[in-house]
């Protein structure tokens, strides 16, 4: 679906204009989905270190976004969901770095985090058969929470997965307690793979899934 934007003096349509594709969507109730787009990448726009694919229709993870998607009021007004399902492929970085900032003060997220008490943080990843530095290499997974003393690290290999299974995992990436009340402050979490300079590659990075609990 496209839309028309209308000349001003004339009042005559003047070109097409794409509607904007979301990049976060609820999906069942307690589920949030933030695609690879809608977070921050470092070096996501140079072709030597990451490139974007669409997920094909036949693809697991596609399906139940897609899914998802049709339930979500932010994309009943497209035909095709899949301009959303875009992820992310790593070529080869030496430094790994994939944030993403909640701000709660903004009015989706207090529909969001409306009526849950935590929120637990899932890295969608798939590992190519071709996956390089890996092994042995620990990725740090981030929550910065604006509840004091809520923070959280934890160091990872991410090996094992690429050899439990071909397809997508489901990663922890953590997780922190929503504010009690009027939702206010910052979450920022991320993956990070900054220490060994070693240069990795190999993965597939569809976004994070948001997994909230009411108890």
Same mark, same amino acid.
């Given at each position: ?23 976060? @969507?609820?999906?069942? &109730? ?11 990448? =470092?070096?996501?726009? %140079?072709? $030597? ?16 976004? *897609? ?12 035909? %095709?969901? *899949? #301009?959303?399902?875009? =992820? ?6 030496? @430094? ?8 709660? %003060? &903004?009015?989706?997220?207090? #529909? ?8 637990? =943080? ?28 809520? %923070? ?11 050899? $439990? ?28 793979? =900054? ?21």
């Amino acid at each position: 679906m496209s839309h028309q934007r209308r000349d001003d003096e004339h009042g005559e349509p003047s070109r097409e204009v794409a509607p904007a594709v979301p990049k976060e @969507w609820s999906g069942e &109730e307690g589920t949030y989905h933030i695609m690879a787009r809608g977070m921050d990448i =470092i070096w996501s726009n %140079d072709e $030597r270190f990451w490139k974007w694919q669409t997920l094909p229709p036949e693809d697991e993870l596609r399906q139940q976004l *897609s899914i998802d998607a049709e339930k979500s009021s932010l994309l009943t007004d497209y035909l %095709d969901v *899949s #301009r959303s399902c875009e =992820i992310a492929e790593l070529n080869q970085v030496s @430094w790994l770095e994939a944030t993403k900032t909640l701000d709660l %003060d &903004e009015e989706k997220y207090k #529909r969001v985090f409306d009526g849950f008490k935590t929120c637990e =943080i899932l890295y969608n990843i798939k590992f190519k058969v071709d996956a390089f530095g890996w092994h042995g290499v620990p990725v740090t997974f981030q929550v910065n929470s604006p509840k004091p003393g809520d %923070d959280y690290t934890r160091d990872e290999r991410l090996e094992s997965y690429r050899k $439990r299974s071909s397809g997508w995992h489901q990663i922890d990436g953590g997780g922190f307690t929503v504010p009690e009340g009027e939702k206010k402050g910052k979450v920022k979490f991320g993956m990070y793979e =900054i220490k060994s300079q070693r240069w990795k590659g190999g993965i597939l990075l569809a976004g994070v899934t948001l997994k909230l609990r009411k108890g």
